[in-house]
């Protein structure tokens, strides 16, 4: 795919700042691609996005889009120039414009006939078909977002720029809202970056995923990489549980989720013998707390009990990587 929009090296340094908030930034959205970029309150994620934007002037680096730079090397695009469609955490509508008028206010040139067209095509593409003549304060939370997405793309632009699209929402919204939105952006083969702090979002969004912390990049990769690849301690917990596993050969430390790792009653030559420390009913399984044996950290591991596998605090087990049982043969230890 072509790469339509890329920072190269980028770094900024707000006014009064000890450190970048953004710093030497490495990164590229295909064509077409939906990019998630998770992080933490105060990473860097939004300066990026106002960056890509025209928002923010970076102090360093490069900003291209479709070969063109946009920002950089005394080149500066203006945002009203760069073609870029805006959807903020709040949504940020006009609320004395009507629906329709809230989506033609960036449109120029047009006839009212061809706004006319416009409007209803784009309100047919959010599922908002007759409410031209509302005002926002007449919508519910999840229509002025889908609103927001409509007056972003009306003007047609290079690529969409979403900024916590889902955080105000509650949650059975936020899952229809977020399957809404994305189902809208492929059809329109949109490029977007989707900023949020929430990973369950970043996982169901993202066609890849960039982490972003302290301003710079920690891991970009597809959903399954970041969640079963974790690089480090930082990108595995970010995404909920893991367990910290020690190579005895080596030293490696590889960071394992619960779910792909099986506990055993049997060794395995390629097992870690455990301590179970406590066992919890969460309704949806049943999970233990182990301590590891053989490794020189003290810590504790999380790990699922199997169903029907009869296991007590105090007990002794074993537990193994799954992905390293070296056939399907050895799976049949599980629960024996």
Not at 147 to 175: C, G, I, T
Request: charged share 25%; aromatic share 6%; hydrophobic share 40%.
């Amino acid at each position: 795919m072509t790469t339509t929009l890329e920072f190269r090296k980028v770094s900024k340094t707000y006014h009064g700042g000890e450190y970048p908030t953004v710093h030497a930034i490495d990164l590229s959205v295909a064509e077409g691609e939906i990019l998630a970029l998770v992080g933490e309150s105060g990473s860097g994620k939004t300066t990026l996005l106002r960056l890509a934007a025209g928002l923010e002037v970076p102090d360093e680096g490069e900003i291209l889009v479709g070969g063109q730079i946009f920002a950089g090397h005394r080149s500066w695009v203006p945002p009203e120039k760069r073609q870029v469609g805006l959807v903020f955490q709040d949504g940020a509508l006009f609320p004395h414009l009507t629906v329709a008028r809230n989506i033609t206010y960036g449109l120029r040139g047009r006839t009212k006939s061809q706004l006319r067209i416009s409007v209803d095509y784009m309100l047919a593409m959010v599922g908002l078909s007759g409410l031209n003549n509302r005002y926002p304060h007449e919508l519910s939370g999840g229509e002025r977002q889908r609103l927001a997405v409509a007056r972003a793309l009306a003007p047609q632009p290079k690529f969409l720029l979403l900024d916590e699209p889902f955080s105000n929402l509650d949650s059975p919204l936020r899952r229809s809202l977020r399957d809404e939105i994305c189902r809208i952006l492929k059809k329109l083969n949109a490029t977007s970056i989707i900023v949020t702090h929430d990973t369950n979002d970043a996982l169901l969004v993202g066609e890849r995923i960039a982490i972003i912390r302290n301003g710079g990049i920690e891991q970009i990769g597809v959903p399954s990489e970041i969640y079963h690849r974790p690089a480090n301690g930082y990108c595995a917990r970010l995404f909920g549980p893991a367990n910290r596993v020690i190579s005895s050969n080596n030293n490696d430390v590889e960071w394992v989720r619960p779910e792909d790792m099986l506990l055993l009653h049997t060794p395995h030559q390629e097992a870690i013998r455990v301590r179970i420390t406590q066992v919890r009913d969460t309704g949806r399984c049943f999970e233990a707390i182990a301590k590891p044996a053989e490794m020189s950290v003290d810590e504790d591991w999380l790990l699922l009990i199997p169903n029907g596998m009869a296991v007590h605090a105090g007990d002794e087990k074993w537990a193994v990587v799954q992905r390293r049982l070296n056939s399907i043969g050895e799976r049949s230890l599980l629960g024996r």
